[in-house]
Each structure stands twice: as structure tokens, then as C-alpha cells.
């Protein structure tokens, strides 16, 4: 049943409508689908899905509310139009069609693009962050909210630190990425490399200062380090960091001093403390 609002009444699970919310523990919502030639993605949570709706570049597909926020589904779809169908679901048929209890009640889906190329992300940028390897969502949800949070804006307010990655980092487009991020996975810029040492060199050639995070005892520590234009943190994976080929490329190695008895800090925590160190927010 629909209305005037676009508001579309979910009755059984099977519904063929929901086919990207079925199964989200399932990373496969990258591959193309009809009118997604680059897959989609899921947002969860009310404050993600506004962000997707009013403060990212990504349009919104569908949306999937419980029959209890009903007053929610009925403001989305106002700000969606009426293009954009709007689900509603009790929650025993939401729980069915996603697999798993969904406590949040609302669920977006919204349409992945091209990734964009290097150099199209670093024109604008302030700073950068540079990962390798990075296998956990979590750590790399955190990564985009810090780079939103601490990395400056542009001018018309938009996030000015954009994330860079090889093919080894995880999704940033993930599910559990993104609720992580608290939206900001959305907003942030960010793009995929094939060599992550060329990508260095072409930072280089952008006028970043590369700076790889190492807790390495030849590394200049950050208390220490004089102001420097456009810097790129280069951070490893969370077990064994950098790899000898990422480090041999940077111009500086930095470490965060640290007490004693304590060998390293989480990714995110890392890039926080270097973003505040050397990159103004505003």
C-alpha cells in the first residue's frame, strides 16, 4: 500500500523490493545492480541516514523504517521526494529481511559511484591520511571520523583531509564502517590505489610532506617535529604497521612518545593525535 508520501507498506519478508537489505553480514553489496552499475551501500542509524540525506554527495536508493518510527519515515520521505521509496516494516519483518535483530529501526541504501581517482581528492586538501593494509572496519570507520573531525574543512565547509587507501584496507563503504564513522564515512573524500609507494610519490608531487607513524627508534618524535605544509600520515596495519617498502618512501618517520612499558597505540588514536599536532580544524 502507498500514500501521497511515498510511504510503502512491507508486509513479508520475501518482498523482492528489499533484495540489498537481505543478509547485511554479507560484504557483498559492491557489485553492480540494476540502476547501481557500482553496487550500493547500507546505512543504519537515525543520525547516518540524515547525514546521507542532507550532507553527502550520495544519492539515497530506498529506506527502510520500522513501523514504530513512523513520524521518522514520514520526515525522510519528505526530504528524499517522491522518487525515492520509503519502506516501512513491523519489526519482526525488518529483523527476517536483514538477519539479525535491528535495534535502530532505520535503514538506508544508497548508490556507490566510481571511485575517484588520486589526484581529484588531493586538489583541495589540507592534509591526508594514508593507509596500509588496514583489515579492521572498525579502526577504519574511526579513521574517516577523525579525518572529518580534526583534519579542516574547505571553504564551503566540507572535509578537507581525505583518506587514502590500497587495496588490502576494507571498505570504507561497509556497513559497520560507516555506522562507526557516525556518517562521516559518507562525507569524507577518499580513493583507492593500486601501488601505495606511487601514491606517495605522487603526494609528493602534490606538495604534501609524507609522514609515516612508526614507533621506530630512528623516528623523529612528534613533540619535536617543525611545522610542515600539507602533511600526509602514513599509517600500517594494525599488527605489524608500515611495510619497509611504505617507509622507504616517506620524507620524515614520526613517533608519538609514549610511557614506558607500552609499544604502540590503536591506528585511530594515532591519527587523532597527529591530526591535532599539526593540522588547524577550521
Do not use: W
Amino acid at each position: 500500500m502507498k500514500n501521497e508520501a511515498n510511504l510503502i507498506q512491507i508486509l513479508a519478508p520475501e518482498d523482492d523490493r528489499l533484495t540489498e537489505y537481505r543478509c547485511l553480514r554479507e560484504n557483498r553489496l559492491a557489485r553492480p545492480m540494476v540502476g547501481a552499475p557500482h553496487g550500493v551501500f547500507i546505512a543504519e542509524g537515525e543520525k547516518v541516514v540524515r547525514l546521507l540525506i542532507l550532507q553527502s554527495a550520495y544519492r539515497v536508493r530506498s529506506l527502510l523504517i520500522s513501523a514504530s518510527r513512523s513520524e521518522l519515515a514520514a520526515e525522510y520521505a519528505s526530504l528524499v521526494g517522491p522518487d525515492v521509496p520509503v519502506y516501512i516494516a513491523e519489526r519482526p519483518v525488518m529483523d527476517a529481511v536483514v538477519g539479525f535483530p535491528i535495534h535502530r529501526g532505520v535503514l538506508a541504501s544508497g548508490v556507490r559511484v566510481n571511485p575517484p581517482r588520486l589526484e581529484s581528492v588531493l586538489n583541495e586538501a589540507r592534509a591526508c591520511l594514508v593507509l596500509e593494509s588496514l583489515a579492521n572496519h572498525d579502526n577504519v570507520g574511526g579513521i574517516m571520523r577523525v579525518a572529518a573531525a580534526l583534519g579542516g574543512c574547505d571553504i564551503q565547509g566540507r572535509p578537507a583531509c581525505p583518506v587514502i587507501m590500497d587495496h588490502e584496507t576494507c571498505d570504507p563503504l561497509y556497513r559497520k564502517a560507516i555506522r562507526v564513522s557516525m556518517g562521516h564515512a559518507l562525507r569524507v573524500p577518499f580513493a583507492t590505489v593500486e601501488s601505495l609507494p606511487t601514491a606517495i610519490d605522487e603526494l609528493d608531487q602534490h606538495g604534501f610532506t609524507t609522514l609515516a607513524l612508526t614507533t621506530g627508534a630512528d623516528a623523529v618524535s612528534i613533540d619535536d617535529l617543525e611545522p610542515v605544509d600539507r602533511p600526509a600520515f602514513v599509517l600500517g596495519t594494525e599488527g605489524d604497521g608500515l611495510s619497509e617498502a611504505a617507509l622507504s618512501q616517506v620524507k620524515v618517520r614520526v613517533r608519538i612518545p609514549m610511557s614506558p612499558g607500552v609499544d604502540s597505540l590503536n591506528v585511530v588514536t594515532a591519527a587523532a593525535i597527529a591530526l591535532s599536532r599539526l593540522v588547524r580544524p577550521v
